[in-house]
């Protein structure tokens, strides 16, 4: 099985070798790359291996670089000290992880499970298309989803399809471009930490707005502003003359 390793740091990469030779004699480890410049040279000289074993930070960028401008045709099993609620995007698609310091144990489990299921894994394509959606997923440290209860049910709502979220005697409620509306668990507050701030802004305490839904924005006295939703808004969404400038630099980005 010819294997390659993505990983800048000389002496994990080398420990990384040895276990996987120690597991399986038959594993050949075809090259070590240190960077991502590496990497992309690599792999435009060269056939894809049976399977990737990929840190995430090297020391020229991010490997999603490579995965971004190569088409995946093999698993990766991630090597990293990511934090776990991210690293559960892999297991949903299919490609595996080992926490850093790399235990000798895990790292036989992970091998053995691609073995075991490799002839079962997702062609190339599907495989291309699931790691382009773990890739968004890992880049940004932003929700892309909020899970909401309604009439007993759990549904996945998409952020980018939030065009106001609205505080009213403390409940919170998402306002969608399909003029449906729900109810989170969140503050405002918490809301704010976890939204991409390039594409929301807290507009006062009671609105937090989607840039992709402001229709216009109009002066209001005293230097207030007033912004016009594409989304039914419940109320009028006054912006304060101490957030005004901010605001309007904020949607010129």
């Known amino acids: 099985m010819k294997?390659?390793?993505i990983e800048?740091?000389?002496?994990?990469?080398?420990?990384?070798?040895n276990m996987l030779l120690g597991i399986d004699g038959d594993i050949q480890v075809e090259v070590i790359l240190g960077s991502v410049a590496a990497a992309l040279a690599?792999?435009?000289q060269n056939p894809m291996p049976e399977l990737i074993f990929s840190d995430i930070e090297l020391g020229d960028g991010l490997s999603f670089e490579v995965f971004k401008k190569i088409s995946i045709e093999v698993p990766v099993i991630f090597c990293t000290a990511f934090d776990e609620y991210a690293i559960r995007a892999f297991e949903s698609n299919g490609i595996d992880y080992l926490l850093k310091p790399i235990d000798e144990y895990m790292l036989q489990k992970s091998v053995e499970k691609y073995l075991r299921f490799k002839e079962h894994l997702l062609s190339g394509g599907e495989r291309a298309v699931n790691m382009e959606r773990v890739?968004?997923?890992m880049e940004s440290p932003y929700k892309q989803t909020l899970l909401v209860n309604y009439?007993?049910?759990i549904i996945p709502v998409k952020l980018a399809e939030v065009g106001l979220?609205?505080?009213s005697e403390g409940t919170v409620s998402l306002y969608l471009q399909d003029n449906r509306s729900f109810i989170v668990s969140y503050t405002l507050e918490q809301?704010?930490?976890l939204l991409d701030p390039y594409q929301f802004f807290r507009a006062n305490r009671q609105f937090i707005v989607n840039r992709d839904f402001i229709d216009d924005v109009e002066s209001y006295f005293n230097r207030k502003l007033v912004i016009f939703s594409k989304v039914k808004s419940p109320e009028k969404i006054i912006v304060s003359r101490i957030k005004a400038q901010l605001f309007l630099k904020w949607l010129e980005r």
Not at 8 to 17: F, G, H, M, S, V
Request: charged share 40%.
């Open 3 to 5: 294997v390659i390793i």
């Open 8 to 17: 800048d740091e000389e002496r994990t990469a080398n420990e990384l070798k």
């Open 42 to 44: 690599w792999f435009e």
């Open 135 to 137: 890739i968004q997923q």
């Open 151 to 153: 009439r007993e049910k």
């Open 165 to 167: 979220i609205y505080s």
């Open 191 to 193: 809301l704010e930490l």
